[in-house]
T-cell receptor, first 112, second 112 residues
Framework: GQQVMQIPQYQHVQEGEDFTTYCNSS?????IQWYKQRPGGHPVFLIQ?????EVKKQKRLTFQFGEAKKNSSLHITATQTTDVGTYFC????????????FGQGTTLQVKP | EPEVTQTPSHQVTQMGQEVILRCVPI?????FYWYRQILGQKVEFLVS????????KSEIFDDQFSVERPDGSNFTLKIRSTKLEDSAMYFC??????????FGQGTRLTVV
């Protein structure tokens, strides 16, 4: 079935270090979305990438969509303790009912 | 800011019992979803609902599950005869035409 593979599963960093999570798909994606889930919380939409090679920034977060639209990454510069949580990429399949297929998520721990 | 609300926040039920999880989506949204997340795992799509009918469902959404939108505001997920493996966090989500899916805070279902 459809799935996006996300790595790493866990990442522990020292506050101030950078962090990157990667999503890969075996098929071409129509677009890709990123969500953040704080511990004990619910997924919160961060961004959607649509165009091949697209790069978007939100403050310290940089999102990239691969040229072939089969992979994506989220990079956080100079992590802070508020960045703690699980970051999910999510694929809306071409069926367009709007459902999301989530990656396994990368859980980020930040040591102060 | 509008939000998706879910009740109850936590439900404990005995195996074999029926449960109804309730959601109030954002009022002008058109697309409604249920997802579940087993502890420590990824968010999984269950069902999408549009124009008063199911538009898509996953393999998880078998005959034990049903959804209803009994009035203009509520959106419910019913599990007829709960099993231990139904224990999970259940998230309701809604969206308008735009990209972003808004998730509720979730109902933690514990089947004992």
């Amino acid at each position: 079935g459809q799935q996006v593979m996300q790595i790493p599963q866990y990442q522990h960093v020292q506050e101030g270090e950078d962090f990157t999570t990667y999503c890969n798909s075996s098929t071409t994606l129509s677009n890709i979305q990123w969500y953040k889930q704080r511990p004990g919380g619910h997924p919160v939409f961060l961004i959607q990438l649509v165009k091949s090679g697209e790069v978007k920034k939100q403050k310290r977060l940089t999102f990239q969509f691969g040229e072939a639209k089969k992979n994506s990454s989220l990079h956080i510069t100079a992590t802070q303790t508020t960045d703690v949580g699980t970051y999910f990429c999510a694929e809306p399949p071409w069926s367009n009912t709007g459902k999301l297929i989530f990656g396994q998520g990368t859980t980020l721990q930040v040591k102060p | 800011e509008p939000e998706v609300t879910q009740t109850p926040s936590h439900q404990v039920t005995q195996m074999g019992q029926e449960v109804i999880l309730r959601c109030v989506p954002i009022s002008n949204h058109l697309y409604f979803y249920w997802y579940r997340q087993i502890l420590g795992q990824k968010v999984e799509f269950l069902v999408s609902f549009y124009n008063n009918e199911i538009s898509e469902k996953s393999e998880i959404f078998d005959d034990q599950f049903s959804v209803e939108r009994p009035d203009g505001s509520n959106f419910t997920l019913k599990i007829r005869s709960t099993k231990l493996e139904d224990s999970a966090m259940y998230f309701c989500a809604s969206r308008l035409e735009a990209v972003e899916a808004f998730f509720g805070q979730g109902t933690r279902l514990t089947v004992v």
